[in-house]
């Protein structure tokens, strides 16, 4: 019954913005942190960033520092990524995650409790 629903995903040249929304449903969405993946062809899935349960936390990797930013809105039972100053090297399918531990397991690799089925984000030059 779980679902996350990634949408807002398309092409875009560099230095472009887009902003990817995830919708849940079959979970009580305050007590998940939430985040984002990608994977790029080749490639194995990587952290991008995530928010705790209550909004006041958000990590990032170091790629993408400074240039995402993550947001939940609870009474929407979404999470949002907004993305600007895209880069080729972003291209990748994006993952919603969700998972009742701590928002800093997801940041140290730890494997979501859910997924949603992706996203393509594609960067060109």
């Known amino acids: 019954q779980v679902q996350l629903v990634e949408s807002g995903g398309g092409l875009v040249q560099a230095g472009g913005s887009l902003r990817l929304s995830c919708a849940a449903s079959g979970l009580t969405f305050s007590r998940y942190a939430m985040g984002w993946f990608r994977q790029a062809p080749g490639k194995e899935r990587e952290f991008v960033a995530a928010i705790s349960w209550s909004g006041v936390s958000t990590y990032y990797s170091d790629s993408v520092k400074g240039r995402f930013t993550i947001s939940r809105v609870d009474a929407k039972n979404t999470v949002y990524l907004q993305m600007n100053s895209l880069k080729p090297d972003d291209t990748a399918v994006y993952y919603c995650?969700?998972?009742?531990?701590?928002?800093?397991?997801?940041?140290?690799?730890?494997?979501?409790?859910?997924w949603g089925q992706g996203t393509q984000v594609t960067v060109t030059s």
């Open positions: 995650a969700a998972d009742t531990a701590p928002v800093t397991a997801q940041a140290r690799g730890a494997t979501p409790d859910y």
